[in-house]
């Protein structure tokens, strides 16, 4: 056993974890390969938000049980947040499966690939101390750096799976993630983004995450920081005010918004309503004027009566999202929301989402060609999926595709935006283009 291939589905923590995994693995001696034919062992680190997530790794697993037919010998493990989610269920399914771990198991990675050789092995316990501070994860490729600060939920929104597939809230020590962060920017990171499910209610002793946002705000190296995913109501003055007054920090906030009834949001239980969230947004707009927004939203939770859809979709325009990521309700087996008997008939759900992804899309175009003829900084990413031109990114999260070489990448330009596609931004360089840092 001495070659892995690790792969990938659902969130920016997810990948992360991976690269955590990878970071166990490598220094337990064994290899990473970049295809499962030539693995020893194959695991497939997965999600378990909603259905179709799983759904698409349960496909997956099938190509690993032909795989399987030709080398009896390889190992195929399941991790992360459906592991911890179907635990037994899915070994159940041990003709092809040999190993489960959930999102605590990592550290133990090594010895667990080894018995699975053997014997199948499920380590789903949840560790409430678990956070993996000390361990050094082997990061991706890419000018951007993901680094969990925070492991858990405890939020218990009802419809979420997340508070049991990942267990209590924790943070990472302070000293832990500046020490991380240093290493990435001295690997040539150049963008870090702070990752939690909750990611502002980090804590430690008497720092919250205003505290965190300047201490990574002081590493030399990072010009910019990104987090995903803040609560609305964890926003308080003293994070805007930390936000504002980091320079490295961009002006672009996620801020899940759920829904924009204040009956769901009840249902939800989110802990704020309409007018507290569009507090926080106006908070978020004085302090930081050119800040732009984006959001997730459910449509179909059981008992969404049209007039509560209809709040949601006045809160897309009352918001002013620039870009908006819309979910179908998906039943996940064991939260509180699968109690409630009231489903919304698939097809009214389907229509529902429709209708807010046509309104999302409108604004979305609307606001960005508003834009075109501006001026900003851009980081250059990678080469763009098609032509030679290459993808940039604007502090706002703006994509920009610019004419520079391909050893640009990890460089800063000064681009006007000279039009869009209504969802991404072609770029000219402005002179003088080079930002000197
Ligand atoms: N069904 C549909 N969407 C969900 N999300 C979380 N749980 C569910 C569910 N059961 C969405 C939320 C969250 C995003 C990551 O996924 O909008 O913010
Ligand atoms: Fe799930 Fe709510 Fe926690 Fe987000 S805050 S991970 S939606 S329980």
């Not at 906030?253 to 309503?273: C, E």
């Not at 004027?289 to 008992?303: A, E, H, K, M, R």
């Not at 920009?400 to 770029?427: A, I, N």
């Amino acid at each position: 056993m001495k070659r892995v291939f690790l792969e990938t589905y659902g969130c920016q923590m997810n990948v992360a974890d991976s690269e955590l995994m990878a970071g166990v693995l490598q220094r337990a001696g064994l290899e990473l390969v970049d295809r499962a034919e030539d693995a020893d062992a194959v695991i497939l680190n997965t999600c378990a938000i909603r259905e179709n997530a799983e759904q698409r790794v349960l496909g997956r697993l099938g190509d690993y049980a032909h795989l399987k037919l030709a080398n009896p010998a390889l190992i195929v493990g399941v991790a992360g947040c459906m592991a911890q989610h179907l635990r037994a269920k899915l070994l159940d399914r041990k003709r092809v499966l040999d190993l489960v771990v959930g999102p605590d198991g990592y550290r133990f990675l090594p010895e667990l690939l080894r018995r699975a050789a053997g014997e199948p092995v499920a380590e789903v316990r949840l560790d409430r101390d678990e956070t993996y501070g000390d361990l050094e994860p082997k990061r991706g490729p890419g000018v951007r750096a993901w680094v969990t600060v925070q492991r858990g939920c405890d939020k218990f929104c009802t419809y979420c799976v997340v508070p049991f597939t990942r267990g209590r809230e924790r943070s990472l020590p302070l000293a832990d993630l500046v020490r991380q962060i240093e290493h990435a920017a001295a690997e040539g990171f150049r963008e870090v983004v702070l990752l939690g499910q909750t990611v502002n209610s980090w804590r430690e002793g008497t720092d919250d995450f205003a505290d965190l946002l300047r201490a990574v705000g002081t590493v030399d190296g990072v010009r910019r920081i990104r987090f995903t995913s803040p609560y609305p109501t964890d926003f308080t003055p003293r994070v805007i005010e930390a936000m504002a007054t980091t320079a490295a920090v961009c002006e672009h906030v996620h801020l899940p918004l759920q829904s924009g009834s204040n009956a769901v949001l009840k249902r939800m239980r989110r802990r704020y309503t309409r007018e507290r969230y569009l507090e926080v947004v106006g908070e978020l707009r004085q302090a930081i004027p050119d800040i732009t927004l984006s959001t997730d939203i459910i449509v179909g939770l059981p008992g969404e009566t049209e007039q509560q859809f209809q709040e949601t979709l006045g809160m897309v325009t009352e918001a002013g999202f620039d870009d908006a990521y819309t979910f179908k309700y998906s039943v996940r087996e064991g939260t509180p929301a699968e109690r409630i008997v009231d489903h919304v008939p698939e097809e009214v759900a389907s229509e529902r989402l429709q209708r807010l992804i046509e309104m999302a899309r409108l604004q979305t175009r609307q606001r960005n060609a508003s834009r075109v003829g501006q001026v900003h900084e851009v980081l250059v990413e990678r080469p763009a999926k098609r032509g030679h031109l290459m993808l940039a990114r604007t502090r706002q999260n703006f994509l920009v595709l610019v004419d520079v070489p391909r050893d640009c990448v990890g460089e800063y330009r000064r681009v006007r935006l000279t039009g869009t596609t209504g969802s991404t931004f072609t770029g000219a360089l402005e002179h003088p283009a080079l930002v000197v840092i």
